[in-house]
């Protein structure tokens, strides 16, 4: 008997189009999550429904008309191409779907499809290389929910995190390296923020601050997001024979100070600053190029860096769906099914 799969590539979701309302739902959605915000109910309540989704909506929009494409929403279109390649290279014993945990294509009505199709069989891609609890951390919550309501649990396979697969780093390190690094002032590998509040409870024992993975993968870092960003960048490093002094971490798109540094504008100013004029940008915690690359990279640190003295920030374009990715999507599937 052949035994069929279901394979989900899951991300966190974009706006439906560019407009003030189809934003503010995707913004309600998405920061409602617990594990996004993570106040007390209340406090969460009024600061995201009352101050930060009604004064951000219209802002956010602006940004995202900027990023709109023909084809819509590049993290959609991108993960659309990836999902038809990967289907192609997998062959007839898979079926693979796009699962969005806010807004559409809704990772719920994904999992009510697969059920109804009475898979053996599930394998969920958080389209996320580092782990993180409001990233693969409420994908799997709401996966393992949904499933613990079936009569029938097929066996389920969720792969948490991929930062360190062979496959992965080869296939960032190829990436980087068709803009030759070495003609650059410096490297900025950014990653996205995260505040300490959600670090901090992956060892409680150690404050985030004095986590010591700038240098060294420390005990505790399996799943402590600051570290594993830190590995990730060795990883690279080393594939690409950068020394040290060639690069920088940091990470971007904070809310408040209160997030992991340092920051990468911040960076971005310091090195305009110093008088580099070119610098290379590579976001390795991003599989598709979406508004935190194309437009807060692309755009604004471009500006920031001209600003200040600069001349030229070029983003190093994500995996997106390129051959070597999805070979790599490939072989993880193949491996945990």
């Given at each position: ?11 966190v ?19 409602n ?42 993290l ?63 994908i ?49 590998f ?25 240098v ?20 690279l ?59 807060e ?12 003295g ?20 490939y ?7």
């Amino acid at each position: 008997m052949t035994y069929k799969t279901a394979v989900i590539l899951a991300n966190v979701g974009t706006p439906d189009e560019p407009t003030v309302p189809a934003v503010r739902r995707y913004l309600f959605q998405f920061l409602n999550d617990r594990r996004v915000i993570d106040l007390p109910w209340l406090l969460q309540k009024f600061l995201v429904n009352v101050i930060i989704v009604p004064f951000r909506a219209p802002k956010s929009t602006n940004l995202y008309k900027l990023l709109w494409t023909e084809k819509g929403s590049p993290l959609l279109a991108i993960s659309n191409e990836s999902r038809d390649k990967l289907q192609e290279r997998l062959g007839e014993n898979y079926e693979v779907f796009v699962g969005m945990r806010y807004q559409n294509p809704s990772l719920k009505k994904v999992l009510q499809t697969i059920k109804e199709k009475r898979f053996d069989k599930i394998v969920v891609l958080p389209m996320f290389p580092q782990y993180a609890s409001s990233t693969t951390g409420t994908i799997s919550q709401l996966v393992n929910n949904e499933i613990a309501k079936w009569n029938v649990i097929p066996e389920l396979t969720i792969v948490s995190q991929f930062y360190d697969n062979p496959g992965f780093v080869k296939a960032f390190s190829a990436q980087i390296r068709k803009y030759k690094p070495e003609e650059f002032d410096h490297i900025i590998f950014s990653y996205h923020g995260l505040p300490f509040s959600q670090t901090d409870r992956v060892h409680p024992a150690i404050k985030t601050v004095n986590c010591n993975c700038e240098v060294e993968m420390p005990e505790h870092g399996r799943f402590c997001y600051k570290a594993t960003c830190y590995e990730t960048t060795r990883l690279l490093a080393k594939e690409l024979g950068l020394p040290k002094s060639a690069y920088s971490v940091a990470f971007q798109s904070r809310l408040t100070k209160n997030w992991l540094k340092p920051f990468s504008d911040q960076e971005v100013i310091k090195l305009a600053k110093e008088g580099k004029k070119r610098v290379l940008i590579a976001a390795p915690a991003f599989i598709a190029d979406c508004l935190e690359t194309i437009v807060e990279i692309g755009v604004e640190y471009q500006h920031l860096f001209e600003k200040n003295g600069g001349e030229k920030i070029q983003l190093v374009e994500s995996l997106n769906a390129n051959s070597d990715w999805i070979e790599t999507l490939y072989q993880i599937v193949t491996t945990n099914n």
